[in-house]
């Protein structure tokens, strides 16, 4: 693994030989938990990147890097300017030391989680990186190397994690546990004459990127200098992670609101039953009007005849106000109500739509392989997961008539994405005759058929958003989605109809809009 001090051990050498001569110039931090020391030597620079995240703790070395103007804060200015002296890694332990000029050491303390960077004056800390390990204050630079008894002896009396705590997961598979000590220290020496060739590897082990000193990955590659190794590795595991970590973030967000979504479908629609077992209201008023000499004046509610069901019934009343304007009352109630019940009608279709876009792209994350698809996805798609802005989110106008949704593009790339990608066979699809404009579609409800005006209305709004607006009559292609489709050579917003109906609309959008 890339901490061990195996690998550790001829990594120090490396840099040694790479490094030793060249003066600290420049140490700064830009993102949260990454550092980056600029070295140089007679026109010669070289760069250290240390991501020291609680999940990923790694450095490595670039030829160049371009430094941000704005956000950076500088470090351990005590050092710069100090030229390395030697490049070590500590015997046994999971650290490289810088030593430099003026009795400093700056120490890469690759410790996991608790991996850190510090600074020292002799034996004591003056500087660290992560102040919130604070007991990496306390650390003596001559306590961190550890001698071991690694004979014979002390493994058949200590045994093998305390004689080599050294050795990581994947040493550690080279050696039977279970086997008598003779044949485990056989197995020992076996695993050191490995380690000791100058081979490294770069893989993956349980579909994890990972650096390994034996040839035991999948997919590896192999390199005989341990800072190509490590920097192999470290871009491997850089880019891997940061897509799942980005695309899991996109998932769990997406999900979120598809919940929400579903939530609100949900509430809506028990709303709209409840509106529609309630009472009548525009009945009652017209039993009150046939009635109005049979209500008293400032009464609370009143007994009459139902001609509707020829049943008596009981109507509550408002006591300041007269017989007629109680009617008037409840007329106005049940305009109300019918306006509420429209309304809602038209934002659950807009919820369903929206939910059947989030399914789509959910479906679509899943199937992304690699960083640069998914920001692109994530860009084109405009998914900045804020299910509030749904009616700003939604990349086609849009109209409910008499409860069926139509979606009208807004440009020929547009077009595309509305009958490519959310136009599916059963939906009506709608486009002006022989002239550009946009593509529209009428989404199919289960169970039902288009109706005559809802089609017409669609027709218009095709024809209004053509190049035949200012015309009396147009003629507009109707046609299921299923009959049309795209070949590679059609230019943006073109499409092949295979089989159409035309019907002659007069351009114009439909009431209320």
Excluded at 401 to 419: C, H, S, Y
Aim: proline letters at 3%; glycine letters at 2%; hydrophobic letters at 35%.
């Amino acid at each position: 693994m890339h901490q061990n001090y195996y690998f550790l051990k001829p990594l120090a050498k490396a840099l040694h030989e790479k490094m030793q001569g060249m003066e600290l110039a420049t140490c700064f931090t830009q993102n949260k938990d990454e550092i980056i020391f600029g070295f140089c030597k007679e026109q010669q620079d070289c760069y250290i990147r240390a991501t020291l995240q609680h999940d990923f703790a790694c450095f490595h070395l670039l030829d160049e890097f371009q430094r941000a103007k704005k956000n950076t804060l500088e470090l351990f200015e005590q050092a710069i300017g100090k030229k390395i002296l030697a490049i070590e890694a500590l015997e046994n332990d999971r650290s490289v030391a810088f030593k430099l000029e003026g009795k400093l050491t700056l120490l890469f303390k690759m410790y996991g989680s608790r991996a850190n960077i510090l600074l020292f004056e002799e034996d004591n800390v003056i500087d660290i990186f992560h102040k919130k390990l604070q007991n990496d204050w306390n650390l003596k630079l001559s306590q961190l190397p550890k001698k071991l008894s690694q004979t014979w002896e002390n493994f058949r009396h200590e045994g093998l994690k305390k004689t080599f705590p050294t050795f990581d997961k994947l040493m550690l598979t080279q050696i039977d546990q279970q086997a008598p000590p003779e044949i485990q220290w056989q197995q020992i020496q076996n695993l050191l004459q490995k380690i000791q060739e100058n081979k490294y590897y770069v893989g993956f082990w349980q579909q994890t990127p990972t650096l390994s000193l034996i040839d035991i990955l999948e997919n590896a590659q192999e390199f005989s200098n341990p800072i190509d190794a490590l920097n192999a590795y470290y871009y491997a595991f850089a880019k891997i992670t940061h897509f799942e970590k980005e695309k899991q973030s996109a998932i769990r967000q997406l999900e979120k609101i598809l919940q929400r979504t579903q939530n609100y479908i949900q509430k809506t629609t028990e709303k709209m039953v409840e509106l529609a077992s309630s009472k009548n209201l525009e009945k009652i008023g017209h039993v009150l009007m046939a009635n109005l000499h049979q209500i008293p004046e400032k009464a609370d509610k009143v007994i009459l005849y139902d001609f509707y069901t020829n049943q008596e019934i009981t109507i509550k009343l408002k006591s300041e106000l007269s017989p007629q304007k109680n009617a008037e009352w409840y007329y106005k109630k049940a305009k109300n109500q019918k306006i509420e019940c429209q309304k809602l009608e038209e934002n659950l279709q807009a919820r369903r739509l929206y939910l059947d876009m989030l399914q789509n792209h959910l479906e679509n994350l899943k199937q992304i392989n690699t960083l640069k698809e998914l920001r692109n996805y994530l860009k084109n798609n405009k998914l900045d997961f804020q299910e509030e802005k749904t009616a700003d989110w939604m990349p086609f106008k849009q109209f409910v008539v008499e409860g069926f949704t139509i979606l009208v593009g807004k440009n020929a790339q547009n077009n595309d994405l509305l009958t490519q990608k959310y136009a599916y066979k059963e939906d009506l699809w709608l486009h002006a005759k022989d002239v550009s404009g946009s593509h529209v579609l009428i989404k199919y409800q289960a169970g039902k058929t288009f109706p005559k005006k809802v089609i017409e209305k669609a027709a218009q709004i095709a024809a209004y958003f053509s190049k035949r607006r200012n015309e009396t009559l147009c003629p507009v292609i109707v046609t299921p989605k299923k009959f049309v489709r795209k070949t590679k050579d059609l230019d943006a917003g073109q499409v092949i109809v295979e089989k159409e109906n035309v019907i002659m609309v007069e351009p114009c959008l439909p009431d209320n809009f």
